[in-house]
């Protein structure tokens, strides 16, 4: 009988059940559940670029997208998974406004504001990659992960030509960051160049995940859909003995017409 | 540069007519949901009110369409699945009538979903969520005799599903809705119920796949049926996942392992259930896993054992996981052990049970099933019929006596009820109550019940 010389039932016995006596069933209508508190995090991290030409219509796109993608994502109460939220502004230096991603339910959405400051991307690089750590935000000792959605968003080529290839190379060997969903936002004209592109392309990983969106409402719209698309294929659990190739690739690469322009076929 | 929208708007519009393949015409009156397959609505026509699921072109893209339409329409032709007694897998919400195509999709017509239930999900979490306010309610059982119930009555849909010749090939959490009220069950999904070693492509979710499914070792069938549905069972009892426990938890934490490769060796190579009794590699821990090491302590051992059985060697072995009847058997015998003793619900025969009081006594079906008995318990049609599965028909009840330390049953089975006693024989009529001593025999048609 499965029941019989168990000493994992022993144990947990002397533990639980010291007074030699039965056990009293618990009342169920006063049960109380742990599960939602202990699901599975997926980290959605955005990196968003704050220097002094995302201002005006960008920066509230920016803005808008995200107060309405963290509506939307609250709505959702999947028993496999729970959302947390972090968020990164860029210029010349770096900062997490969430020192831990920060659960849905707990986020009041404050407005990110620019600065009057250039765009680096080392400076990011390397925030990002102190975080995607066991001592940052995947602290097994808080909860069992996901891999991440990362989204970077920027308008302008990095100035700090000098410091980010190699800030891109230490990510490059972290395990979180390999392990994450990557994608790349570059906003407006001026970011459209091919060289922004490659080099978000080696940020992400996959060519397909470069995106670029005009300052119309397709930039809301795309930071809409990698969300909450991305969140949901992060944490699918429908079946798959390969990897599944939208988690490990892109979510551009599903067969629709009417996805956003890529940074290389534009 | 053309832009992508997540649509918020359904494909049809309310007042919109569509008409069924027997060509009586439906219009849409307003929407219920929708999800990866497409959406549902709500309409109205000739014989009523019902409900419309309408398939996403995309998704039927993505699979045969006319073999997957086929099986449908024959689900449709056949009706709900049904044993030669006439008990009916009325849990299912089962396809009525197909609706003709229309640009390239198609759908069909169920019942609309009662109030009163709540997704498994929920129920899982003992809350909800609501969905325009985001607001979270706590959900409770109004008792564990209903909690047990709602389990009998999945295992009782698939019982008959499964005895119809038919499988479900994707049994997990989402398709069920839960009633914690009365127990009562309803099941939806059946889009890939067909017959046992037929598949349409469908292969399940990685949580409650067979490992033989999740590895492509087979495709799904009535025996990996039996796998998930133990699954969704100890979901519903445990309140968490057999297969997750420390080691899991460090695979899964390991940033080394890819997502997948993490769910495939937790789920399909290596599955190490959290509670097994011996050489536990995975046992739960206190703090992601605290339900279920609340909750182990809880139930009959029958219950425990049989989870053990299918999740140990039922891993590798499918003959040795328990067939939908088995688990009937198994529910049945943890409602049997639940007695309410001063106004509050308790198991026995669990690992470390209360003492019974004194006067309860035990009834003992043929093949040794023991029902516990004190005032106030309710006999059913399967206690008193050991070739009955009908555990919802009220038959007689247990009720005090004059004498302290007595009990009785009234006789309220429509025939009278034989009994021996002390060399003694006699029959209690319709209606009447006898008083229960041990080493009584009690015999109703061909049954016969000793007291204990």
């Not at chain 1, 996901?146 to 190379?169: K, N, Q, R, S």
């Not at chain 2, 049997?336 to 003793?341: K, R």
Request: hydrophobic share 40%; net charge neutral; aromatic share 10%.
């Amino acid at each position: 009988m499965p029941t019989q010389n168990d000493d994992l039932w022993r144990g947990w016995e002397s533990t639980y059940f010291n007074d030699g006596g039965g056990f009293m069933t618990p009342d169920i209508s006063s049960l109380k559940s742990t599960v939602a508190e202990n699901r599975q995090i997926l980290n959605m991290l955005f990196m968003i670029d704050v220097s002094g030409s995302m201002r005006g219509k960008r920066i509230a796109q920016v803005n808008y997208a995200l107060e309405n993608i963290f509506k939307e994502l609250r709505r959702r109460d999947d028993l496999h998974s729970t959302i947390k939220v972090g968020l990164m502004e860029f210029c010349r230096d770096a900062e997490w406004i969430t020192p831990q991603p920060m659960p849905l339910d707990d986020i009041v959405f404050t407005e990110i504001d620019t600065r009057q400051q250039i765009t680096c991307y080392g400076a990011a690089f390397d925030r990002l990659n102190e975080k995607l750590s066991r001592e940052g935000f995947f602290n097994p000792n808080l909860g069992e992960y996901f891999a991440p959605l990362i989204l970077f968003v920027t308008d302008g080529e990095p100035v700090d030509a000098g410091a980010y290839p190699a800030a891109l190379e230490r990510l490059k060997r972290n395990g979180w960051f390999n392990k994450a969903s990557k994608y790349a936002i570059a906003v407006g004209e001026d970011a459209r160049l091919r060289s922004v592109g490659e080099l978000l392309a080696r940020f992400t990983g996959v060519r397909e995940n470069v995106r670029y969106a005009d300052e119309g409402e397709a930039l809301y719209g795309l930071i809409e859909f990698i969300a909450v698309r991305g969140s949901e294929v992060q944490t699918s659990m429908v079946s798959s003995m390969e990897d599944d190739p939208r988690r490990m690739g892109s979510l551009f690469k599903e067969p629709d017409p009417s996805l956003f322009s890529s940074m290389f076929n534009a | 540069m053309s832009e992508y929208r997540i649509p918020r708007s359904y494909g049809f519009a309310v007042g919109q007519t569509l008409r069924a393949e027997t060509g009586e015409a439906y219009r849409i009156t307003g929407t219920l949901g929708r999800g990866g397959q497409g959406e549902v609505y709500r309409v109205a026509g000739p014989d009523g009110e019902y409900a419309m699921k309408w398939y996403r072109k995309t998704y039927l893209d993505c699979i045969d369409v006319e073999a997957f339409r086929q099986n449908l329409r024959q689900n449709v032709a056949n009706g709900v699945p049904k044993l030669s007694n006439g008990d009916a897998a009325t849990q299912f919400i089962w396809p009525l009538k197909m609706m003709e195509a229309r640009d390239g999709s198609f759908g069909y017509l169920m019942c609309l979903f009662p109030s009163g239930y709540a997704p498994m999900s929920d129920v899982i979490m003992l809350r909800s969520r609501d969905g325009d306010t985001g607001r979270v309610v706590p959900l409770r059982w109004s008792s564990w005799f209903a909690c047990v119930t709602a389990a009998l009555n999945i295992v009782r849909a698939f019982e008959i599903l499964h005895a119809s010749g038919l499988s479900y090939q994707d049994i997990n959490e989402g398709s069920i809705s839960v009633n914690m009220q009365n127990g009562g069950v309803l099941i939806c999904d059946y889009d890939n119920v067909s017959p046992d070693k037929t598949n349409l492509g469908i292969r399940g979710v990685v949580t409650h796949m067979a490992p033989e499914v999740l590895l492509r070792k087979k495709l799904p069938d009535r025996h990996t049926d039996q796998y998930s549905l133990a699954v969704i069972l100890f979901q519903l009892f445990l309140r968490g996942h057999p297969m997750h426990g420390v080691e899991s938890r460090a695979i899964i934490n390991d940033e080394e392992y890819s997502q997948d490769a993490a769910m495939l060796r937790i789920f399909g190579i290596a599955p190490h259930y959290c509670l097994a009794s011996q050489g536990n590699r995975n046992p739960p821990s206190r703090q992601v896993n605290a339900d279920v090491l609340r909750m182990c302590m809880v139930f009959p051992l029958c219950l425990m054992d049989a989870f053990e059985t299918v999740f140990t060697d039922g891993v590798s072995d499918p003959s040795k996981r328990l067939t939908a009847t088995e688990w009937r058997r198994v529910l049945l015998q943890t409602r049997d052990s639940l007695l309410v003793v001063d106004g509050r619900e308790n198991f026995y025969n669990t690992r470390r049970p209360m003492p019974l009081p004194r006067e309860c006594r035990k009834l003992v079906r043929p093949g040794g099933h023991e029902v516990l008995l004190m005032p106030g318990k309710v006999l059913y049609r399967c206690h008193l019929d050991e070739y009955s599965a009908d555990y919802s028909t009220p038959m007689t009840k247990v009720i005090p006596t004059a004498k302290p330390g007595v009990i009785g049953l009234l006789n309220a089975t429509g025939s009278p009820l034989r009994f021996r006693f002390e060399g003694k024989t006699g029959a209690c009529p319709n209606g009447k109550p006898i008083p229960l001593f041990p080493g009584m025999v009690l015999e109703l048609k061909n049954t016969k019940l000793t007291i204990k």
